[in-house]
Every structure is written in structure tokens, then in C-alpha cells.
């Protein structure tokens, strides 16, 4: 079989598809002048606003400038408590932090990735103000139960929308189901601009207010501040481009989607494979990525961080980091998300955390392992890489001394 060479994520043959388009409206930009605002960003913010259905979006600078915006617009600050997954990109607990508030970590249902429901209501007390639920990897987080336990105990709910642009939790696009939806649009996003960008979603008009003005300054109009904001706008020339990359967003995903279904057709069962598990029910992926887990037993919750979340098969020769070099060889691009959990941060050395609390989210970080997927990727490339895994898998395990 002659090698092939597959990236984990790649942009070039979508600008092969669009490319034009969008050098058309960057052009058309660049020659009317106004770089900052105007209708591009108008059209956007409305077009952004009826695909996830709600009343208002407003573009940002980026999907973690979207969290912080949230937070403030309701008011959380210091020592205000929010809950969110141990499991997620760090800027999930970054932006808590960044306004004070303090992120008290939920553990994991290791078959999905997502925060376990049946944990939360056990971290709730009267500094608790809000929930953050993360949509991760495309997959939506149960919205019926969030939304129960925040009406339970009177809390908001910010989603973390990042990763899951027209995911849908039964007939509800995410970003819409709770009090504020916040998204990203860098450029690896199903939804991507050239460059950060980000988007708040809600249909609560006061929040709206609220955001905007937060995101230029804490000003309503010019030269006039009400309170201390950012300087957090969508540059227009994202705006032009994502308002062309709009046009192709639903295509893009449902090729995500037949991808998935390849790969869960093509790579063979092993006891040591796992596929995240799926509420087909009640959820429509979006598949910003397509992780596996690659089973570790030598986990030890006794071991330093140093060592437990080392990527370097020299280092730590776990069946994952074998696999990913042997695939690697074979020109077979992976990456691994999350290789360190937010709790195992030196940013967050002083928090002391505890560890057997989430112990599901360290030992997940040792098996994730996220193949190719991007909507472009060819069924024989899929082919190849599905071959391979499983003739690679097998050979790990023998040179492991690992027993199916």
C-alpha cells in the first residue's frame, strides 16, 4: 500500500472550493475602506443569529472573549462560583478565572467526554451563579437536564458553543437552549474565519445590550463609558469571510457526518478501541473532530503529572502514543485533545483540585487520540487511514505485549 499523506485538519482544498469568493469580498473591503464595523458585520450578526436560532448574535474577537463577555453581561465576578467540565479547551476555565469568578471542575462521563450530569448537583452552593456546559467536539451535552437543574437552583446557563456550530440537542441548534451561547470561528472551527473571531448568542435583549457594549469599551456610543469593557470587536474582513463560508456550512457538516459514519464502519472492534458514544436520539453532531480512545491501564491516579500526561512514546509508552507514532509513520496525521486536563495546569497549581474527583477526566487524557476529519477528506482516504489503524492497533499491541 503506497504511503499517503494525511493532515489531521486542512484549509487548502476549501479555498480551492471558495477561495475566489472570498478574495472577492476581502477585495471588496479592503477597497470601501471600513475596516471596523458596517454592513458586514451587520449581515453577519443577523445571518450568524437565524442559523442558531435566537434573537441576537454579536461578533467578537474570539470564542474565549465570547465566555468573558458572557460572564460579565450577568454580572459574575468575585467569588461567585460557575461549573463546568474538567474536559475542555483551558480557555473554558480561563475566561471564570478572568473575571474573578472562581471554575469549580465536574468530572467526565468517560464513553461521551461530557461533563456527567449526575455530578453537578452535588457541587451547587450559594456561591454558585451559573453553569457552563461544553459542547465538545461537535457532541451536545444533555440540555434537558442542565436546563432542570439551573431552574432548580435559579442558575444561568453560558454554553460553550466552541467546538459545536449547528450541533443540535433534540430540534434545538446549541447556543440557543440556555441563557447564552458562546462560539469560536478560529479558523480549524466547522464554522471558521482567517484568523480569531467569536459570537454571542441570546435571545434576552438586555444581555444583548449589555455584551455590545462590553465588547467595545463599556460604551453605548462613542466617548461615552458606562463601565469598564473590552476592546473585543469581529474585524470586518473576518465578517466577509465568514459571511461566504456561511453559504457552505451545512454542507460542510453533513460531510463531517457521512465521514463519521465511515469511520465507525470501517474501523474494526477491538476491546481496547473505544468510539465516543452518541445519543442519536437526541443530538445531530457536528463532528469538529473525531476522537477515539485508545485504552490505558497503566493509568496510576499515584502518578506525577509530568509523567502521566506525557505525549512522547520514549517517555511514556502507552498504547496511544505508540499508535499515534506508527500512524504518523505512515504519513497519518493525529492529534491529541486534551493531552493535559485544566486541573493538571501550573496555572492552576494554587487551586488545588482534587484528583479523585477527576479521575475519569486524567485517564481520558491519556487515551484520546482525534483522527483525520475535515469535510473534504476522500473516502479512499479514509480508507487508508482506516486500514492502517487497524493493521497498526494490532501491531501496537503485540510490541506493548497487550492481550485483546
Same mark, same amino acid.
Given at each position: 500500500?503506497?504511503?499517503?499523506?494525511?493532515?489531521?485538519?486542512?484549509?487548502?482544498?476549501?479555498?480551492?472550493?471558495?477561495?475566489?469568493?472570498?478574495?472577492?469580498?476581502?477585495?471588496?473591503?479592503?477597497?470601501?475602506?471600513?475596516?471596523?464595523?458596517?454592513?458586514?458585520?451587520?449581515?453577519?450578526?443577523?445571518?450568524?443569529?437565524?442559523?442558531?436560532?435566537?434573537?441576537?448574535?454579536?461578533?467578537?474577537?474570539?470564542?474565549?472573549?465570547?465566555?468573558?463577555?458572557?460572564?460579565?453581561?450577568?454580572?459574575?465576578?468575585?467569588?461567585?462560583?460557575?461549573?463546568?467540565?474538567?474536559?475542555?479547551?483551558?480557555?473554558?476555565?480561563?475566561?471564570?478565572?478572568?473575571?474573578?469568578?472562581?471554575?469549580?471542575?465536574?468530572?467526565?462521563?468517560?464513553? #461521551?467526554?461530557?461533563?456527567?450530569?449526575?455530578?453537578?448537583?452535588?457541587?451547587?452552593?450559594?456561591?454558585?451563579?451559573?453553569?457552563?456546559?461544553?459542547?465538545?467536539?461537535?457532541?451536545?451535552?444533555?440540555?434537558?437536564?442542565?436546563?432542570?437543574?439551573?431552574?432548580?437552583? #435559579?442558575?444561568?446557563?453560558?454554553?460553550?458553543?466552541?467546538?459545536?456550530?449547528?450541533?443540535?440537542?433534540?430540534?434545538?441548534?446549541?447556543?440557543?437552549?440556555?441563557?447564552?451561547?458562546?462560539?469560536?470561528?478560529?479558523?480549524?472551527?466547522?464554522?471558521?474565519?482567517?484568523? #480569531?473571531?467569536?459570537?454571542?448568542?441570546?435571545?434576552?435583549?438586555?444581555?444583548?445590550?449589555?455584551?455590545?457594549?462590553?465588547?467595545?469599551?463599556?460604551?453605548?456610543?462613542?466617548?461615552?463609558?458606562?463601565?469598564?469593557?473590552?476592546?473585543?470587536?469581529?474585524?470586518?474582513?473576518?465578517?466577509?469571510?465568514?459571511?461566504?463560508?456561511?453559504?457552505?456550512?451545512?454542507?460542510?457538516?453533513?460531510?463531517?457526518?457521512?465521514?463519521?459514519?465511515?469511520?465507525?464502519?470501517?474501523?474494526?472492534?477491538?476491546?481496547?478501541?473505544?468510539?465516543?458514544?452518541? #445519543?442519536?436520539?437526541?443530538?445531530?453532531?457536528?463532528?469538529?473532530?473525531?476522537?477515539?480512545?485508545?485504552?490505558?491501564?497503566?493509568?496510576?491516579?499515584?502518578?506525577?503529572?509530568?509523567?502521566?500526561?506525557?505525549?512522547?512514546?520514549?517517555?511514556?509508552?502507552?498504547?496511544?502514543?505508540?499508535?499515534?507514532?506508527?500512524?504518523?509513520?505512515?504519513?497519518?496525521?493525529?492529534?491529541?485533545?486534551?493531552?493535559?486536563?485544566?486541573?493538571?495546569?501550573?496555572?492552576?497549581?494554587?487551586?488545588?483540585?482534587?484528583?479523585?474527583?477527576?479521575?475519569?477526566?486524567?485517564?481520558?487524557?491519556?487515551?484520546?487520540?482525534?483522527?483525520?476529519?475535515?469535510?473534504?477528506?476522500?473516502?479512499?482516504?479514509?480508507?487508508?487511514?482506516?486500514?492502517?489503524?487497524?493493521?497498526?492497533?494490532?501491531?501496537?499491541?503485540?510490541?506493548?505485549?497487550?492481550?485483546?
Amino acid at each position: 500500500m503506497k504511503n499517503m499523506q494525511i493532515p489531521p485538519f486542512t484549509l487548502e482544498r476549501q479555498l480551492q472550493e471558495i477561495g475566489s469568493d472570498i478574495e472577492d469580498a476581502v477585495l471588496k473591503v479592503l477597497k470601501g475602506g471600513q475596516y471596523i464595523g458596517g454592513q458586514e458585520i451587520t449581515k453577519f450578526e443577523e445571518n450568524f443569529a437565524s442559523l442558531i436560532g435566537v434573537n441576537h448574535a454579536i461578533g467578537c474577537n474570539s470564542g474565549t472573549d465570547a465566555l468573558i463577555l458572557a460572564l460579565r453581561a450577568l454580572n459574575i465576578g468575585v467569588g461567585d462560583e460557575v461549573i463546568t467540565s474538567s474536559f475542555s479547551f483551558f480557555a473554558t476555565a480561563e475566561a471564570i478565572s478572568a473575571v474573578g469568578a472562581n471554575p469549580v471542575l465536574v468530572d467526565i462521563d468517560p464513553n #461521551d467526554y461530557l461533563i456527567n450530569i449526575d455530578l453537578i448537583e452535588r457541587e451547587i452552593n450559594s456561591q454558585t451563579k451559573a453553569i457552563m456546559p461544553v459542547h465538545l467536539f461537535g457532541n451536545a451535552v444533555n440540555m434537558t437536564s442542565i436546563k432542570s437543574l439551573a431552574i432548580k437552583y #435559579d442558575l444561568k446557563i453560558i454554553e460553550d458553543c466552541a467546538q459545536a456550530t449547528c450541533t443540535m440537542w433534540e430540534n434545538s441548534k446549541v447556543g440557543s437552549i440556555g441563557d447564552i451561547g458562546c462560539f469560536s470561528f478560529f479558523p480549524t472551527k466547522n464554522l471558521g474565519a482567517a484568523g #480569531d473571531g467569536g459570537a454571542v448568542t441570546t435571545s434576552d435583549q438586555n444581555i444583548a445590550k449589555k455584551v455590545r457594549e462590553l465588547a467595545v469599551h463599556g460604551s453605548p456610543k462613542r466617548y461615552h463609558h458606562n463601565q469598564i469593557g473590552y476592546n473585543s470587536r469581529l474585524d470586518t474582513l473576518q465578517a466577509a469571510v465568514l459571511n461566504i463560508k456561511i453559504k457552505s456550512l451545512a454542507k460542510w457538516i453533513s460531510n463531517r457526518q457521512k465521514i463519521a459514519k465511515n469511520y465507525f464502519d470501517l474501523l474494526e472492534n477491538n476491546s481496547f478501541m473505544h468510539f465516543p458514544k452518541i #445519543d442519536f436520539e437526541s443530538t445531530s453532531h457536528s463532528w469538529n473532530q473525531f476522537v477515539i480512545k485508545l485504552k490505558n491501564d497503566n493509568y496510576d491516579i499515584k502518578n506525577n503529572y509530568s509523567e502521566l500526561f506525557e505525549t512522547d512514546f520514549n517517555k511514556n509508552n502507552s498504547l496511544r502514543n505508540l499508535l499515534k507514532l506508527r500512524l504518523s509513520e505512515k504519513g497519518i496525521n493525529s492529534i491529541i485533545y486534551y493531552p493535559i486536563p485544566i486541573h493538571a495546569q501550573i496555572a492552576y497549581k494554587n487551586k488545588k483540585f482534587s484528583r479523585t474527583k477527576l479521575i475519569n477526566t486524567e485517564r481520558v487524557c491519556t487515551e484520546v487520540l482525534s483522527l483525520p476529519m475535515f469535510p473534504e477528506i476522500s473516502y479512499e482516504e479514509q480508507v487508508y487511514v482506516s486500514e492502517n489503524f487497524n493493521i497498526i492497533l494490532k501491531s501496537c499491541m503485540n510490541e506493548l505485549q497487550i492481550c485483546a
